[in-house]
């Protein structure tokens, strides 16, 4: 059974930092690209990052134009977990995150026919 379960959401003042976390198990890890989706309030779901699989022969990471510059997402394959280090957090960064998995992604785009399976969502809240 495919699981992703995500973690490392709260509640963090503008300027801020936090880790999400994605640990998979179901599946095999390496010969998957694992990326970030958002929804806030009233807003459709929007692809935030993706870092391409280990057995990719190109090895690549995407970000969403709002992001870029302030996430630094990564993968620890030994430990089949993906992180989503997001510095500089503004209020419109305020949304529930969802991890996902995708065989065919190779992450120069990020977007919801490319996933295979979701994680539960993880609730970030920025503000003071």
């Known amino acids: 059974e495919v699981q992703l379960q995500a973690s490392g959401g709260g509640l963090v003042q503008p300027g801020g930092s936090l880790r999400l976390s994605c640990v998979a198990s179901?599946?095999?890890?390496?010969?998957?690209?694992i990326g970030w989706f958002r929804q806030a309030p009233g807003k459709e779901r929007e692809g935030v990052s993706c870092?391409?699989?280990?057995?990719?022969?190109?090895?690549?990471?995407y970000y969403a134009d709002s992001v870029k510059g302030r996430f630094t997402i990564s993968r620890d394959n030994a430990k089949n977990t993906v992180h989503l280090q997001m510095d500089s957090l503004k209020p419109e960064d305020t949304a529930v995150y969802y991890c996902?998995?995708?065989?065919?992604?190779?992450?120069?785009?990020?977007?919801?026919?490319?996933?295979?399976?979701w994680g539960q969502g993880t609730l970030v809240t920025v503000s003071s």
């Open positions: 996902a998995s995708s065989r065919s992604a190779k992450c120069t785009v990020w977007g919801r026919p490319l996933v295979d399976s």
């Open positions: 179901g599946f095999t890890f390496d010969d998957y690209a």
């Open positions: 870092i391409s699989s280990s057995s990719s022969s190109i090895g690549r990471t």
